[in-house]
C-alpha cells in the first residue's frame, strides 16, 4: 500500500469514511470465517490424501504416517502463511495511522474540515458536522480520523500471531476428522464411511460460512461438497493406480 497517497473521501484502495461500520464485529466475524474456511481446507486435503494412500494399501501404517504428515505440513503451512499476510497488512495499518498522526499534527484545521466533511456526507446539517468533529477531536482527535477515514481501531490492531494459531488449530480440527474416518471402521468400509463423513462435514462448514457472509446456503455447500468430492475421487484414482502399478 503507497504510503505516500493523501488519505481521504474517496481514496483508492482505502475504506470509504461514509460507510457504516462496527470494526470489532467485523472483526470477530472475520477470525470466525478464518478459522472454518481452515477447517474445510483441513477437511479436504487431509481427505485426499488418505483416500488416496487407502486406495494404494490396505496397510493402516501408511495410512497414518500420511494423514499425520499431511496434517502437520497443512497446519505449519497455513499458521506461516496467515502470519505473514497479517503481519503485511498489520504493517500497512500501522503505516497508514503514522501518516494520519503526523497530518493531524501539521495540518489540524485541515483535519478538522475533512472530519467535518465526512459527517456531512453522512447526512448531518452543516452545524451538526461541525459540532460533532469539533467534540470528537477535543475528546480523541487521532481514534477519530482513524475510524472515520481508515476504518481502524488503533487500540485494536490484526494480531498476526492470533492469526496464526488460529488457522493451525482449525486447519488441525478439520484435519483430524477424516484421518480418524478413515482408520476406525473394517478396511472394507474405509472408503465410503471416509467419503460420507468428509461430505456431511463440508456441507456443516458450507453452511456455516455462507451465514456468516450472509449468502444463500445452498450454492455455497454445493460447491465445497462438490470440490471435496472430487478431490477425494481423483487422490483415489491415482492411488488405486500406484498401487496396481506397484509404485
Do not use: C
Not at 136 to 147: G, K, N, P, S, V
Not at 207 to 230: C, E, P
Request: aromatic share 4%; glycine share 10%; hydrophobic share 45%.
Amino acid at each position: 500500500m503507497d504510503e505516500t497517497t493523501e488519505v481521504g473521501a474517496g481514496d483508492e484502495g482505502q475504506p470509504h469514511p461514509h460507510e457504516p461500520h462496527d470494526a470489532s464485529l467485523a472483526s470477530r466475524l472475520n477470525w470466525l470465517r478464518a478459522g472454518v474456511l481452515g477447517a474445510n481446507d483441513g477437511i479436504v486435503s487431509t481427505a485426499g490424501l488418505v483416500v488416496g494412500v487407502a486406495a494404494a494399501t490396505t496397510d493402516t501404517n501408511p495410512i497414518l504416517t500420511a494423514g499425520i504428515a499431511g496434517l502437520a505440513a497443512g497446519a505449519i503451512s497455513m499458521a506461516v502463511g496467515e502470519y505473514v499476510s497479517v503481519s503485511t497488512q498489520r504493517d500497512s495499518e500501522r503505516a497508514l495511522l503514522h501518516k494520519e498522526k503526523r497530518e493531524l499534527a501539521e495540518e489540524p484545521e485541515y483535519e478538522l474540515e475533512e472530519l467535518t466533511q465526512i459527517y456531512r456526507g453522512k447526512g448531518l446539517s452543516d452545524t451538526t458536522a461541525r459540532q460533532v468533529a469539533e467534540e470528537l477531536t477535543a475528546h480523541d482527535a487521532f481514534a477519530a480520523h482513524a475510524e472515520a477515514e481508515l476504518g481502524l481501531n488503533p487500540k485494536d490492531l490484526t494480531n498476526p500471531w492470533e492469526a496464526a494459531i488460529s488457522s493451525a488449530v482449525s486447519f488441525t480440527l478439520g484435519a483430524l476428522l477424516p484421518l480418524i474416518a478413515i482408520l476406525l471402521p473394517p478396511v472394507s468400509w474405509r472408503i465410503p464411511v471416509t467419503f460420507a463423513a468428509v461430505l456431511v462435514a463440508l456441507a456443516i462448514t458450507g453452511t456455516i460460512s455462507a451465514r456468516l457472509g450472509g449468502s444463500r446456503a445452498g450454492r455455497a455447500v454445493l460447491r465445497v461438497v462438490i470440490g471435496g468430492a472430487l478431490a477425494m475421487a481423483i487422490t483415489y484414482g491415482i492411488g488405486q493406480l500406484a498401487g496396481v502399478s506397484g509404485l
